[in-house]
Nanobody
């Protein structure tokens, strides 16, 4: 299984971005993909997750109402739509996947996932 993120950019406060996570090699009945972000010196922070057997989960409170997760099964792609971006959203954004699990995906547990993409940089600055 391989994950490739894209869509990171330098944008201004208030702008929108859509990150993409293209997955390949999935052969399991169950899969879940989560989005995380990380800034230097801090732990990875969960943004959202989605699975093929469950609805999506949006955390934390700082991004509720601004970030949404969705998937395109035909394109094997999971998206993170980010609106009204703020300077504090600046980070490297990663998508992660897990297949040997079941049930509700875990948006706040990086250790639950065992496959990671390379990350894409999002910078929000005026």
């Amino acid at each position: 299984v391989q994950l490739v993120e894209s869509g990171g950019a330098v944008v201004q406060p208030g702008d929108s971005l859509r990150l993409s996570c293209v997955a390949s090699g999935f052969t399991h009945d169950y899969w879940a993909i989560g989005w995380f972000r990380q800034v230097p010196g801090k732990e990875r922070e969960g943004m959202s997750c989605i699975s093929n057997s469950d609805g999506n989960v949006i955390i934390p409170d700082s991004v509720k109402g601004r970030f949404t997760i969705s998937r395109d099964s035909v394109k094997n792609t999971v998206y993170l739509q980010m609106n009204n971006l703020k300077p504090e959203d600046t980070a490297v954004y990663y998508c992660a996947a897990v297949t040997a699990m079941s049930g509700t995906c875990r948006a706040s547990s990086p250790s639950w996932y065992d496959i990671w993409g390379q990350g894409t940089q999002v910078t929000v600055a005026s």
